[in-house]
Antibody, heavy 120, light 110 residues
Framework: QITLKESGPTLVKPTQTLTLTCTFSGFSLTTSAVGVGWIRQPPGKALEWLAL???????RQSPSLRGRLTITKDTSKNQVVLTMTNMDPVDTATYYC????????????WGQGTLVTVSA | QSALTQPPSASGSPGQSVTISCTGT?????????VSWYQQHPGKAPKLLIY???KRPSGVPDRFSGSKSGNTASLTVSGLQAEDEADYYCNSYAGSNNLIFGGGTKLTVL
């Protein structure tokens, strides 16, 4: 059974760096056939894809946020970490961690999501 | 890359069929077979309904079906049920390692 859970701060100040951790179980992120992605959703708004990392360390990022995002994995801990720099109030959103089979570019398992608020 | 275009709302009575469209360009929907659809109930995480345009994950009722014509993908919900009332999002690969979502459609079961 595949499960994913996001963790991190619920409140960050503008200009700070956000670090979110996805801890997963039920699969191993050690092959190119499996990926973990991040997707966010501002309150009342649509979903937005952020980044994706595969087991062979192949990384993909949203062009609109390139330069602000870093995605890494720790296979020994079954974790994927997303960092986003220079946070702004418009980055207030629920951030979801997802499982993504390669090369389908879809998300078949989702974490419960974590709400991050950016405010001074 | 702009978001894919979905109608903000759709509706139908129980038992009817409803189709939700998702319009892109030949650089995303029209250029690849990687279109997926998600259902999201209020306060819940999205759920995968359709992937690779027409494929259904195990456990998803066959009342949900996907298709594509040119730059437009569609999700059809047949035999509408009360529990189908939710927000629906499409997603497509857009080349250059980019993925884009639609703006979402709120489906109301009358």
């Amino acid at each position: 059974q595949i499960t994913l859970k996001e963790s991190g701060p619920t409140l960050v100040k503008p200009t700070q760096t956000l670090t979110l951790t996805c801890t997963f179980s039920g699969f191993s992120l050690t092959t190119s056939a499996v990926g973990v992605g991040w997707i966010r959703q501002p309150p009342g708004k649509a979903l937005e894809w952020l980044a994706l990392i595969y087991g062979d360390d192949d990384k993909r990022q949203s062009p609109s946020l390139r330069g602000r995002l870093t995605i890494t994995k720790d296979t020994s801990k079954n974790q994927v970490v997303l960092t986003m720099t220079n946070m702004d109030p418009v980055d207030t959103a629920t951030y979801y961690c997802t499982h993504s089979p390669y090369p389908g570019f879809y998300f078949d398992y989702w974490g419960q999501g974590t709400l991050v608020t950016v405010s001074a | 890359q702009s978001a894919l275009t979905q109608p903000p709302s759709a509706s139908g009575s129980p038992g009817q069929s409803v189709t939700i469209s998702c319009t892109g360009t030949n650089s995303d929907i029209g250029g690849y077979k990687y279109v997926s659809w998600y259902q999201q109930h209020p306060g819940k995480a999205p759920k995968l309904l359709i992937y690779e345009v027409t494929k259904r994950p195990s456990g998803v009722p066959d009342r949900f079906s996907g298709s594509k014509s040119g730059n437009t993908a569609s999700l059809t919900v047949s035999g509408l049920q009360a529990e189908d009332e939710a927000d629906y999002y499409c997603n497509s690969y857009a080349g250059s390692n980019n993925l884009i979502f639609g703006g979402g459609t709120k489906l109301t079961v009358l």
